[in-house]
């Protein structure tokens, strides 16, 4: 078994689900993955986030707000829509993963005048838009949801269900929340508790998302560690996410943010898509790097040519 830390594209392209599970668990904390956002002008104009965020260090590419209904990414050379995904795999190297959110009814703000994040039929938790994302060629899809969306617990647990008996087999199933997702019965520590993470397990989650310590009001680095052990006591691997704009904080303020991840006991460290709007700033990606994982796998990994 490889660890991601050693993996090279071509490792990737042929690993099944399992084999990258047991990639990232054997590199003890050491795996970044970066949010991006297609739907925007990217960073460097032609050049998509996700191939900035990789050249930046990440191992896994997360999309967010992708449509798989109108499945475009800004920056990605022509390409016709029901092959995105596998371009995006071919120019960057990474196992690809994109959002999908079980809605509640009645719960999300539909207006993208009132909310930017507001939902679209193709981002919609469904059996039809997973198993149209799985055969696109993603490597795992996290149930989650972008803010003032109205995202639950339950509605996570019931969409896990369906997920798993349809297509557990084929991609990793990620599920959690980076804050209250608009219903704010679920917010602060009540975001996620150790009987959240028990019925997503059962219901078939591989990964357990959480909020990083320090991003959310009331989440500690105390909170996060018996959260990450109990996911792991049941045989999850854990996510700690930034998914508050912090990703476009100070490098002190990341670092500070990826040693309490790394000391709480995460498999994957998460940061999200605001640096400004699209990524993660990426001189953070570069200092979460190399403080989790120090300059050599950092710059490995920056290094690391999409043809070996």
Same mark, same amino acid.
């Given at each position: 078994?490889?660890?991601?830390?050693?993996?090279?594209?071509?490792?990737?392209?042929?690993?099944?689900?399992?084999?990258?599970?047991?990639? *990232?668990?054997?590199?003890?904390?050491?795996?970044?993955?970066?949010?991006?956002?297609? +739907?925007?002008?990217?960073?460097?104009?032609?050049?998509?986030?996700?191939?900035?965020?990789?050249?930046?260090?990440?191992?896994?590419?997360?999309?967010?707000?992708?449509?798989?209904?109108?499945?475009?990414?800004?920056?990605?050379?022509?390409?016709?829509?029901?092959?995105?995904?596998?371009? #995006?795999?071919? #120019?960057?190297?990474?196992?690809?993963?994109?959002?999908?959110?079980?809605?509640?009814?009645?719960?999300?703000?539909?207006?993208?005048?009132?909310?930017?994040? +507001? !939902?679209?039929?193709?981002?919609?938790?469904?059996?039809?838009?997973?198993?149209?994302?799985?055969?696109?060629?993603? $490597?795992?899809?996290?149930?989650?949801?972008?803010?003032?969306?109205?995202?639950?617990?339950?509605?996570?647990?019931?969409?896990?269900? #369906?997920?798993?008996?349809?297509?557990?087999?084929?991609? *990793?199933? +990620?599920?959690?929340?980076?804050?209250?997702?608009?219903?704010?019965?679920?917010?602060?520590?009540?975001?996620?508790?150790?009987?959240? *993470?028990?019925?997503?397990?059962? +219901?078939?989650?591989?990964?357990?998302?959480?909020?990083?310590?320090?991003?959310?009001?009331?989440?500690? !680095?105390?909170?996060?560690?018996?959260?990450?052990?109990?996911?792991? $006591?049941?045989?999850?691997?854990? !996510?700690?996410?930034?998914?508050?704009?912090?990703?476009?904080?100070?490098?002190?303020? *990341?670092?500070?943010?990826?040693?309490?991840?790394?000391?709480?006991?995460?498999?994957?460290?998460?940061?999200?898509? $605001?640096?400004?709007?699209?990524?993660?700033?990426?001189?953070?990606?570069?200092?979460? $790097?190399?403080?989790?994982?120090?300059?050599?796998?950092?710059?490995?990994? !920056?290094?690391?040519?999409?043809?070996?």
């Amino acid at each position: 078994m490889k660890r991601i830390l050693d993996c090279h594209a071509s490792d990737f392209r042929k690993m099944t689900k399992e084999e990258l599970l047991q990639a *990232i668990a054997g590199s003890e904390g050491r795996t970044i993955a970066c949010e991006t956002i297609g +739907a925007v002008m990217p960073m460097l104009g032609d050049v998509t986030n996700a191939e900035f965020a990789a050249a930046m260090g990440a191992d896994l590419l997360l999309l967010n707000m992708f449509d798989v209904k109108k499945p475009a990414i800004a920056g990605l050379p022509e390409t016709e829509p029901e092959n995105v995904i596998l371009k #995006l795999k071919e #120019l960057t190297g990474r196992p690809i993963g994109i959002n999908l959110e079980p809605v509640e009814q009645g719960a999300a703000v539909d207006s993208p005048e009132e909310n930017m994040w +507001a !939902m679209t039929e193709g981002r919609k938790a469904t059996l039809e838009n997973a198993r149209a994302a799985a055969d696109m060629g993603v $490597s795992f899809i996290l149930l989650t949801g972008n803010p003032g969306n109205g995202v639950s617990n339950a509605a996570i647990v019931e969409t896990l269900s #369906l997920y798993k008996k349809e297509l557990g087999k084929r991609i *990793i199933l +990620a599920a959690g929340k980076m804050h209250a997702s608009g219903i704010l019965s679920e917010a602060a520590e009540k975001i996620l508790t150790r009987e959240d *993470i028990a019925a997503f397990r059962e +219901a078939g989650a591989d990964v357990i998302l959480m909020p990083a310590p320090g991003t959310v009001p009331g989440i500690t !680095m105390e909170y996060v560690r018996n959260l990450v052990g109990y996911a792991h $006591s049941l045989g999850c691997l854990a !996510m700690t996410s930034i998914g508050t704009s912090q990703e476009g904080a100070d490098v002190e303020t *990341i670092r500070r943010i990826a040693l309490m991840s790394k000391m709480a006991g995460t498999d994957i460290h998460h940061l999200g898509d $605001s640096g400004y709007t699209g990524m993660a700033l990426p001189e953070n990606i570069q200092a979460y $790097s190399i403080a989790v994982r120090g300059i050599r796998h950092t710059y490995r990994r !920056m290094a690391d040519s999409i043809c070996r």
